[in-house]
């Protein structure tokens, strides 16, 4: 009967109505992208594979067929959403313009994908961008006198310090003493916090970067003091 009703609708029906567009084939990569976009707008925990199967108007088993793990579903989120690594060596101006560079460019990736700080911790599958990335930074400080295990420990010190920022933006932890009620506080208690009221008051409430600035160039001008070190005859 359902074949007749077909056919009847072929014969009688409108030839003018639009074809069915055909479903894109599901991939690694719209999975990932599908996830990402659940992560952007509503934060890791609401990813869940039934959740981005909906999104992809899928069904679950059919995720499962590409990706057989929430962990597997993560791991290929953050490789798509970190990006190609940045080639730095087009960078002028040596390994400390060049690191800047890499630092700038990942917290601008991980602004665009807040919740990447807190999935990018503890013991798990990593994938060739994400240890792209850390290639490149290291990289840069070729040729500065530090040995491999300095460069690593410098690079991982980056990675840190943008990690630490970056989570407390995402969580809105901004500098408390620039907050009206906080500053208010310490003006009433400004004798038990005397040091504390002072620099409080020094800001002005002025708006603070959660110490981004303030934090690379000290990391990089210790660098600098130890490279330095390191090469002094080059450096005179």
């Known amino acids: 009967m ?4 077909q056919r009847a609708d072929l014969l ?3 030839r003018n109505k639009p074809a069915r567009p055909p479903r894109l084939a599901l991939t690694v990569d719209r999975i990932a992208g599908a996830a990402i976009e659940v992560a952007d707008a509503e934060g890791m925990a609401s990813v869940s594979m039934q959740q981005v199967a909906a999104r ?3 069904t679950k088993m059919a995720l499962y067929r590409h990706v057989a793990s929430k962990a597997e579903l993560v791991a290929v989120m953050i490789e798509s959403a970190v990006g190609e690594p940045p080639n730095l060596r087009t960078v ?3 390994w400390r313009p060049r690191l800047v560079t890499w630092a700038d460019l990942m917290r601008e990736t991980w602004q665009r994908h807040p919740w ?3 999935a990018t911790t503890g013991e798990r599958m990593t994938g060739p961008r994400e240890v792209g990335w850390t290639e490149s930074a290291v990289a840069a400080l070729t040729d500065t006198g530090l040995d491999g295990g300095e460069r ?3 690079v991982f010190l980056l990675s840190g310090h943008i990690r630490n920022t970056q989570s407390a933006e995402t969580a809105g932890t ?3 003493t620039a907050e009206k009620h906080l500053r208010e506080i310490l003006q009433e208690h400004r004798e038990r916090f005397p040091a504390l009221h002072e620099a409080a008051q020094s800001t002005n409430g002025a708006p603070r970067d959660n110490g981004w600035e303030f934090g690379l160039n000290r990391i990089l001008d210790g ?3 130890l490279i330095k070190g390191r090469r002094p005859n080059r450096a005179r």
């Open 174 to 176: 901004q500098p408390w």
């Open 2 to 5: 359902a074949n007749e009703d």
């Open 223 to 225: 660098l600098e003091v």
């Open 56 to 58: 992809l108007d899928v």
């Open 152 to 154: 690593m420990d410098a």
């Open 12 to 14: 009688w029906g409108s």
């Open 92 to 94: 002028p101006g040596g």
């Open 116 to 118: 990447l700080p807190a």
